[in-house]
């Protein structure tokens, strides 16, 4: 399930969907799919763990969450 804010760039068929808000899974995360074959398929996947420091923030923006994948 996508929630938050998704966009679809037509001219490379990616879909860039990323998450931000405080919840037990973190403070946001960031994905990055290609349309290969009429089928997403993930590219990319950052996630902010806002909790590990001690103090939640949840500033960042989501090219500077930590990339989780690849």
């Keep these: 399930m ?6 679809f760039f037509p001219e490379d068929n990616t879909l860039r969907a990323f998450h931000k ?3 037990a899974g973190g ?3 960031a994905a990055e799919y290609k349309l ?3 089928k997403f398929e ?3 996947f950052r ?9 939640v ?7 500077e969450f ?3 994948y690849p």
């Excluded at 996630?47 to 103090?55: L, M």
């Design 42 to 44: 993930l590219q990319e």
């Design 27 to 29: 403070c946001g995360s």
């Design 57 to 63: 923030q949840v500033t960042k923006s989501p090219e």
């Design 47 to 55: 996630k902010y763990d806002c909790y590990s420091s001690g103090a």
């Design 21 to 23: 808000g405080i919840c």
């Design 36 to 38: 290969i074959e009429e």
């Design 2 to 7: 996508i929630s938050g804010v998704a966009q």
């Design 66 to 68: 930590p990339k989780i």
